[in-house]
């Protein structure tokens, strides 16, 4: 009864630091989703997957890459961290990328940059 | 570019009391979902419309859709402690990419006992 789930759930970097965010869902979803969350932002929309082995660019893809080699995973990569991204990361997935899909998020990373 | 300007962005309130936020676009929705967002969690959907003047209720929450499907509203009846959390609306538009929805900013709502 996993849903999605996100790792790490807290993460302290460097700038110009790598990493990667995990996500993982069990419900066999084709659409999966990355957004951030940010203080009177609302949640922004950074990349999306409607399959393995398709991937788009959200509203703010700057600064992150996906891939998506599985249907049950879809990592999100931060190239060189900035403390412009420090924030709180969601991942989310759907049945499919349809507009009357409910959304499953995790339960997000909060990233810091230093 | 869509917006979505969702109002008001906090809202403090006894326990009892009844409150409405409210969820604007100048486009039209596809369809519109309301989720609840606790601290530390991420956001549940709540419930989804699709039809113009579609009205849904969840025990003491009532969604209303506009009937030119450009805004929606969430009453809250006998708000209690439990319903304190953030709210957001999210819309899909027509002609927008592969069904993504574009989310509000959200409401916080506080209630206090």
């Known amino acids: 009864n996993a849903g999605v789930t996100q790792t790490p759930k807290f993460q302290v970097l460097k700038t110009g630091q790598s990493m990667t965010l995990q996500c993982a869902q069990d419900m066999n979803h084709e659409y999966m989703s990355w957004y951030r969350q940010d203080p009177g932002m609302g949640l922004r929309l950074i990349h999306y997957s409607v399959g393995a082995g398709i991937t788009d660019q959200g509203e703010v893809p700057n600064g992150y890459n996906v891939s998506r080699s599985t249907t049950e995973d879809f990592p999100l990569r931060l190239l060189s961290a900035a403390p412009s991204q420090t924030s709180v990361y969601f991942c989310?997935?759907?049945?499919?990328?349809?507009?009357?899909?409910?959304?499953?998020f995790g339960d997000g990373t909060r990233l810091s940059i230093l | 570019t869509q917006l979505l300007e969702q109002s008001p962005q906090f809202l403090s309130i006894q326990e009892g009391e009844n409150l409405t936020v409210y969820c604007n676009s100048s486009s039209v929705f596809s369809s519109l979902q309301w989720y609840r967002q606790e601290p530390g969690e991420g956001p549940v959907l709540l419930v989804t419309v699709v039809t113009g003047g579609e009205v849904k209720k969840l025990k003491r929450l009532t969604f209303q859709f506009g009937d030119a499907r450009k805004d929606s509203s969430l009453h809250i009846t006998a708000a209690q402690p439990g319903d304190t959390g953030l709210y957001l609306c999210?819309?899909?538009?027509?002609?927008?990419?592969?069904?993504?929805?574009?989310f509000g900013k959200g409401t916080k709502l506080s209630v206090k006992p």
């Open positions: 999210a819309g899909s538009f027509y002609g927008g990419s592969q069904g993504n929805l574009i």
């Open positions: 989310a997935s759907s049945y499919a990328g349809g507009s009357n899909q409910p959304q499953h």
